[in-house]
């Protein structure tokens, strides 16, 4: 694998994140920290009455890869239920770890291609998908 790490999809998608604005008064709320590196990735989820993402707001204080992690996650949370976010969490780490060959079923993940052999920048990668996991478990509460 020799595509670069930092490609430009990668930095486009970093430049990009949405729903960048803290909730006011969310129903659930995380906050994740890569020890590595000094990622760290807070979310605030509403949920509706179907236990659906209804409402998303982020603080994102990290590299270029959970830049675009974060974005990732952001474009297509919205409609989602816990379960979905908690499988998302599940099939990223067991790809970035080698379990499977083929990339999550979340649009834009196959991006991070370059970065499985970089076990290191693993934790970035997950970062936003494991907080908006834990926060809509929070706000199931």
Known sequence: ????????????????????????????????????????????VDLDAEGRVAALGMEVRACALGQASSALMASHALGRTQGELAAAVDALTGWLAGASSAAPDWPGLEIFAPA???????????????AAAEAAAQARR
């Open 1 to 44: 694998m020799n595509a670069p790490l930092y490609n430009t999809q990668i930095l486009r998608l970093a430049a990009s994140v949405a729903h960048l604005q803290r909730l006011e008064a969310p129903m659930g709320t995380s906050e994740k920290r890569s020890p590595v590196c000094g990622s760290r990735v807070t979310v605030d």
């Open 116 to 130: 499985l052999p970089h076990r290191a920048r693993h934790p970035s990668i997950r970062l936003a998908f494991e």
